[in-house]
């Protein structure tokens, strides 16, 4: 083994005394700690990282704490077998309860910011206008919002991808193209981008503009104290406020660790849309309308894979850099559920466990992985009664699990991108497609791919789910009965909670929602700064 | 299926009641267990023998070996499986031994998993019916228990950088310069 060539800016400050970074690995021993702080943050992810910069920027003392690791670009070797366990919630094999579902989350300084595939997407306008109307969040107008977006975009580097897409994304575009559809090139948070593929597995040249490499190391020379490889047990509360943390250093896969105890006077819940219902339900915080954990939003996303005769090497370059909003706009966000078209970096372990079956016919399809082609469409949840989304609760061991039933009104959905993705592939010049189900087998030509979907069972375990996205749970809304906080993020019944993540959103996105989380907390972080400083409000920077 | 669903659901494996029997036929059978290898800190040497029966079925010609380096890559994908095992959170590694209960308890492994013998003593068609029964059941407990030891096997053999020759996957670029070999 031998190191990197690439410098690691994380790791060299980490060593660093002049910087001065406070970071604790609670996985260490040592003896019990209390601490007092202006704020604390739980969980570093898209929501954590980037309220963690604008919190220390107006001089408050911040402690964030996460589960997961603090690794950094020296580490990240591009290698599935190490990525997995090390950065990803329960080793990316996280599942809905009934297993129907594959849920990869970050757990890792940086959160899922660290081995997202770097899309960037404001919130789609029809989405907030959705929430205005139905949940009269009127801060969420898309004029509103705009500023934050451009604050967002500037700090963290997004802007459309500038090189040619890899062929597994040239194919939706190329697709879509012989079928006169849309596609258009995304956005990325990247700087100097390799374009080597493996986003996913941490980026090693730190191009990708996660909060590992930009909010939080601002923040830690800003004198935030990070407290990492710990999680948070219990949130104490009295009467309309949270009055005290507790926590333990994670030993292997168990808190068992050192105590901690944070005293602070506001706290920010950014541990995602699993874990922030999880730590209030274990909490037991107050929930007079039963709305906690409820709603939680996943983008059920369906898979096409299909063999083509020239190389695809889905593994190498951008991962993402195509998609289509075709079928988001055929029909009105609240009628028929719409999807959005996109296509995934292809490795051994992910192509492998995704792809259905075992034994000779699994092979067979594994040793044409240069030639392997894969669609996912991502379903927009959350618009329709038909979609009322899943359900976060408890485990005997405190440990959070989501209940993610699908109804009949996703199932037709899943159908019809199945339908979409094959038709696409075809027209793109696939040989062979095959839904990801576990009654399908290759089809040679669309009539054959239609006529088999058209008979597939819809149904849990056999048509192949997975999410990246996790939303809701925690959602906002202007009414307490129908919401756990309000617009600008702070819990209905607490003044001194607040969700500055994706839990928050009331109904998924429709698109990858990393900018989505950037621009609201960025906001609501500003506000909260505003309050606790008794400064007017900022302008935007 | 040797059960019928009355009889199935007299197993009770989907109820408390079925997972605290499990439970305590793990135990039996932990019992009688001979000891592990020394190579394996989660598995039993019962549970290996399970996964040593399951992946010349799973992965089938996936390991283009020869005989002797198709040893080593099966004691590489038990470790493997152990270590990954090893690193899930306690409620989904108890999931995993009650399943391995399940298919270690002799009523159970006949009755339910339908192989009447020792695993090591099962031949490749005997293992690949009893993952197509399960992958195929009406039981959703039994799909996800498929799903689950099929994801694991696949996981962890495509995972090692043995399998990627036969799949032409060049591995991660820029290795030497990124520090990555």
């Given amino acids: 083994m031998t190191g990197s060539t690439i410098r690691d800016p994380i790791r060299i400050a980490r060593d660093d005394p002049a910087r001065n970074w406070h970071v604790l690995d609670g996985s260490q021993p040592g003896k019990d700690l209390r601490i007092d702080c202006d704020v604390v943050i ?38 599935e077998r190490e990525a997995y366990p090390q950065l990803y919630q329960e080793s990316a094999g996280r599942q809905t309860r009934d297993k129907g579902i594959t849920i990869l989350q970050g757990r890792n300084v940086g959160g899922s910011t660290t081995v997202n595939w770097t899309s960037s997407f404001r919130t789609p306008e029809a989405t907030l206008a959705y ?41 939706l575009r190329r697709g879509c193209e012989k079928l006169g559809i849309a596609s258009n090139a995304m956005k990325r948070n990247v700087r100097g981008c390799w374009n080597l593929g493996y986003c996913g597995m941490g980026c090693p040249t730190n191009a990708k503009q996660s909060m590992l490499v930009t909010t939080i190391p601002a923040a ?79 983008h059920p996303s369906t898979v096409s894979a299909a063999l083509f005769p020239e190389e695809i090497n889905g593994y190498a370059g951008a991962p993402q850099t195509v998609y289509s909003d075709h079928f988001l706009g055929i029909a009105p966000i609240d009628g028929p559920v719409g999807f959005k078209l996109e296509a995934p970096p292809i490795h051994p372990v992910l192509a492998g466990i995704t792809l259905q079956g075992f034994g000779h016919d699994h092979a067979a399809w594994m040793k044409r992985l240069p030639n392997l082609q894969v669609l996912i469409a991502l379903l927009r949840d959350g618009f329709h009664t038909g979609s009322p989304g899943g359900r976060v609760a408890i485990r005997n061991d405190g440990s959070p699990v989501l209940d993610y039933p699908l109804s009949d009104f996703l199932w037709e959905g899943a159908r ?22 576990e009654d399908a087998v290759p089809c040679r030509s669309w009539p054959e791919a239609k006529k088999l979907i058209e008979g597939l069972p819809m149904a849990i375990l056999r048509t192949r789910l997975a ?22 993020g702070r819990h209905h019944q607490f003044d001194n909670v607040w969700v500055f993540d994706g839990s928050a959103f009331p109904t998924s996105i429709g698109a990858n929602p990393q900018v989505s989380i950037y621009a609201m907390a960025t906001r609501n972080a500003t506000q909260l700064a505003d309050q606790m400083t008794g400064k007017p409000r900022q302008a935007v920077a | ?13 989907a109820g408390a009641t079925g997972l ?11 019992g009688t267990a001979a000891k592990p290898e020394p190579s394996v800190q989660w598995l039993t040497a019962r549970q290996v023998e399970v996964f040593g029966a399951l992946w010349p079925a799973i992965l089938a010609d996936a390991v283009t070996l020869d005989a002797e380096a198709r040893a080593v890559a099966g004691q590489e994908i038990i470790e493997s499986i152990d270590r990954a095992l090893a690193g899930l959170t306690p409620a989904v590694q108890q999931e995993v031994q009650d399943l391995l209960g399940l298919l270690t308890f002799g009523l159970t492994k006949r009755f339910v998993a339908g192989i009447s013998g020792d695993w090591r003593d099962a031949s490749d068609v005997d293992v690949k019916a009893f993952l197509e029964r399960w992958r195929n059941s009406r039981f959703e407990t039994l799909q996800q228990a498929y799903q689950a030891l099929v994801r694991l096997t696949i996981a962890c053999w495509y995972a090692n950088p043995r399998a990627w020759q036969a799949i032409a996957y060049p591995g991660p670029p820029h290795a030497a310069e990124l520090g990555a070999l």
């Avoid at chain 1, 019809?416 to 189900?437: C, T, W």
């Avoid at chain 1, 959602?475 to 307490?480: E, I, L, N, Y």
Wanted: hydrophobic share 45%; charged share 25%.
């Fill in chain 2, 20 to 30: 605290a029997l499990l439970r305590y036929c793990r135990l039996a059978a932990a």
């Fill in chain 1, 416 to 437: 019809r991108s199945l339908l979409a993705m094959a038709e696409i592939q075809f027209a793109a010049g696939a040989r062979q497609v095959m839904p990801l189900h």
């Fill in chain 1, 42 to 79: 739980v969980g570093s992810g898209a929501g954590g990282g980037i309220s963690a910069e604008v919190l220390v920027r107006a001089g408050l003392r911040v402690v964030m704490i996460e589960e997961g690791p603090f690794k950094s670009s020296s580490d990240f070797r591009m290698r």
């Fill in chain 1, 131 to 171: 929430w205005v109307k139905e949940f009269g969040l009127d801060e969420y107008a898309t004029d509103r919002l705009a500023p934050w977006f451009e604050h967002v975009e500037a700090r963290l580097g997004i802007e459309r991808w500038p090189q040619h897409p890899n062929a597994n994304n040239d194919v």
């Fill in chain 1, 220 to 298: 830690l020379d800003g004198g935030m104290t990070l407290l990492h490889s710990t999680r948070v047990e219990r949130i104490a509360h009295r009467f309309d406020r949270a009055t005290s943390l507790s926590a333990r250093g994670m030993i292997g896969v168990a808190a068992e660790g050192r105590r901690f105890s944070i005293r602070a006077k506001h706290f920010v819940l950014a541990g995602g849309a699993i874990n922030n219902p999880g730590l209030m339900l274990r909490s037991q915080f107050p929930d007079p309308y039963e709305r906690l954990g409820k709603r939680t939003f996943l």
């Fill in chain 1, 467 to 488: 999410s990246a996205h996790v939303m809701g749970g925690c959602g906002m809304g202007t009414d307490p009965r129908h919401a756990v906080i309000a617009g600008d």
């Fill in chain 2, 1 to 13: 299926m040797p059960l019928s669903r009355r009889e199935f659901l007299q197993v009770g494996l």
